[in-house]
């Protein structure tokens, strides 16, 4: 056994290797090096301390340091005003992006991310006429200066909302539609080539609406890619998309970036993904001021920072914050898994960290009751032998959902996970009565749902859609809410209705249209709406997509806040550490069938069922498994407390023999 | 993996939920890329259906139009037009009938009179049997090119094609609206007149929301399009004939109008030869 000091310093030596590396292809401003350099003797040298002079360090580093390091783009003393806004969106920004970078930009909702990127491709000043201030260069060229088509030739962008950038109805009439504007007479082979580029060929005569969000992501970027741009912009490519997919198109920005050397800049609030594909992060303070901008590594672990901001640090760094696990080399915490095990683990030949659940570190109280003991409570919700599903173009019946058997109870917490298309919307639509079983059948709360309506099944069930765009069907959001009441004639709803309000933060806003909130703001609105139901069973479909830290925490706090009044609350999701630290049961679906039924960490332990569902653990729960620890933790806080547990008796027991 | 399940049998108000209409109109316009009419140029085509649209209006012998109404019917036939574009025809059709009939009846023009009407709706059923052959033949995107090949603005042609391609999105868009309305809503006993009136109010008032969302997700459009060289390709004449190049009017197109105008004539001429 070892204690943590030791692992600490062990590690240091494969560090201090792997990090000079880093270096080179980072190139680290001066002060950090300094800090490199002092950081053996002095424990206190604290480079997480930088501060706003980062972003000129780095800008004046990279001139004298690396000659070969080119600017491809520059952006000075940028401030930009929308026509009609009373503040400025961004407020004199200056930035320096070299060429073959992978860098992203995060901040706050509203701190002017997407802005920032609208500047990059000149949709901003030529198309939005606001005040524009400042100057914006592309390869070189002056942004106000030039048509935005011309500009296009050199930055993509592909929009966060994916959907609507898709404009011609197969794939491969897309890919050819950006170069036939401009009048390549090769925009045949640079369609192709946008599909090799990404290994989609197979896609290329699939009619748009038919494909997965996955794809038309993917779609999306080949299109950018046929201008074969030096510069692509991805607009929070992992917000609508499932983990494994996700990950795919990260894997494909790191593989244009290192094979065909790309700049890739990306806004993203997933810091996972960051810490494990990017190489520079900037970041967004409010009122669109830069803060700073570091390398991946030194900006990840800058932990308090970020989260003033409600950006989540990797669940890595959070946990090595809360140890006080530096890297031994650098003085930053790890923020990749890969990194974080290798500080942890031991020296070969000594042995492995492993929590002795018997004796004085238990796993957090689990409520197995839920899952096993099922008998005595209240059955909500019954699926007997359910088939439903859709009719194709070539008027074949396809089932979404085949012989699904499963029962609701009270008190239960579903996180209901697995790939896009799994059928998870379907059996949700199922439970709400606006979709009926082909076969077999469906009760909610004593309601047969064949033979009674949404309406009535409202009652007692409450839906929120996956887009809240479709929820918003009043002036605005007060009425919205109250919509449920009214139209049952409730007296009295004013202090009911204040309350909901009240707590979801919306005060200021009930009087919007909620097409115009935030992303957000409109997932808060939604989540009150189908509150204000009184709901004895809530299902969500992909509430958490856009949800920031904070409102996550808040809607989770809600609905344990509301288990009076709602029993049961089904989630469809992506957001794997919602099932690992909140769900009590969570279904995994898999080609309409459920594969698994069960509790959190029975799922983290199989991984084939992980891949078949394209799922991917949390950060904290594949920390677990590379500590080879039985039972992984499952959040942050768990872990941290089983780690604490773990160093106070190893310190206490015998020392390491070496 | 699709599965499919061939013991389903849908009913008859699941056959026309909107769910239902989408998949038809989507098999209207795409579906048929293999019929007999899809293989020619969609110039011709358009010039085919505009006579086929507008001589009829001329026309007042029924033989001739009788003939006219073969031709187009195999036509149609063979382009495999969906059931509910069929079944709004006829409804379409049998009311118009009805109509006449009444009206000549009520008007003491008794059945010769009917018999004088049919002539119209003799030609209405040509002009319609056309336009389902052609339009279910020939997929948005070759009607927008041959649109822009015949002068047609960009805009225009583009709006056709884009139109087709939203189609799908807003149709679920509106079917989710109008859930939020029933799923919110409380709906008046069952199978009275009132349940009637409350499903046409919300089918109604459900446009609102998609109108408002329609022209929000329209921003994302219009700018992925300026980055697309949407703007800059109208300007420049090159991209047109780039992107039309691929529409050529072959032997296959001139023989179909050649074997069409021998057909027209030789109803023409039976035309002259018989009465009915």
Redesign the interface.
Known sequence: MMTMAQAQAGAQAIHAKTYATDMEVNARVDKQADAIASTADSQQANVLATTDTDVQASAHSGTHHAADEQAIIEVRNVSFCYPGAEVNTLQDVSLRITRGDFVAVIGSNGSGKSTLCKCL?G?IPT?YSGDFEGKVLVNGIDTSST???QL?KHV??V?Q?F????????VF?ELC??P????Y?N?KERAQQALRMLDIEELSTQ???QLSGGQKHMVALA?ALALDPEVIIVDEPVAQLDPAHARLIYEKLAMLNDTYHKTIIVIEHHTEYIADFCKNVILLDQGGRVRWSKPVDAALSAIEELQELHIQPPQVTQAMAALQLRDPATQLYPVTIEHAAQLLQPLPGQQLIQPEHSASSPPEPLNIENSSDSSDRKALVIIDNA?S??????K????TL?DINLTIYEGDRIALVGNNGAGKSTLLRLI?G?RKP??GSVNVCGNDTRST??????DAV??I?Q?P?????ADHIREDIE??LK??KQEQIEPFINHIIDTFNLSELQQR?G?LLSGGQQRRATLA?GLA?KPTVMLLDEPTASLDIVSRREMTMLFDELHEQVQAIVVATHDMQLVADWATRVIVMH??EILLDGRSEEVFQQPHLLELAALIPPQIVQLGHRLQWQQPALSVEQFVKRMKQLTLLTSAGPSPTR | MEITNPVHKPGFWEKISVERIKVELLRTAYGQSMTFLSRFDPRILMAWYAFFAITPWFIHNKVILLGFLIAIAILTYTSKPSLLVLLVLAIGLISDAAYMLVVSLMFGGGLAAAWALSTLTLKLLVITLASIAVFTSMDPERLSDGLLSLGMPAQFSFGVAYGFRMLPILIEEYNNILYSYRLRGKSPQKKSLRMLIYSFKLSVIAFYPLILNTAKRTRTTVEALEIKGFTYAMHDPKVKKLKLSYLKITLKDLAFLAVSALYIAVVFYLGSMLEL
């Not at chain 1, 959907?163 to 197969?170: A, D, H, S």
């Not at chain 1, 599903?389 to 070539?394: D, L, V």
Request: charge should be negative; avoid cysteine; aromatic fraction near 20%.
């Open positions: 491709n949709l198309y048509t935005i088509a296009s993509a962008y929009f909302d959907e609507n950038q898709l404009v011609r109805p197969t009439d539609f950006a036939l504007n401009f009048g007479e925009y009619w748009i609406w299109a088939t599903g859709y009719q194709s173009m070539n074949q019946h396809t089932a085949r709400a606006i082909w076969s309506t949404p309406e009535q099944l409202s409450s839906f859609f887009n765009e479709e929820m918003f069907i919509f449920f139209a049952r249209d097409r709406i139901m080609n309409g």
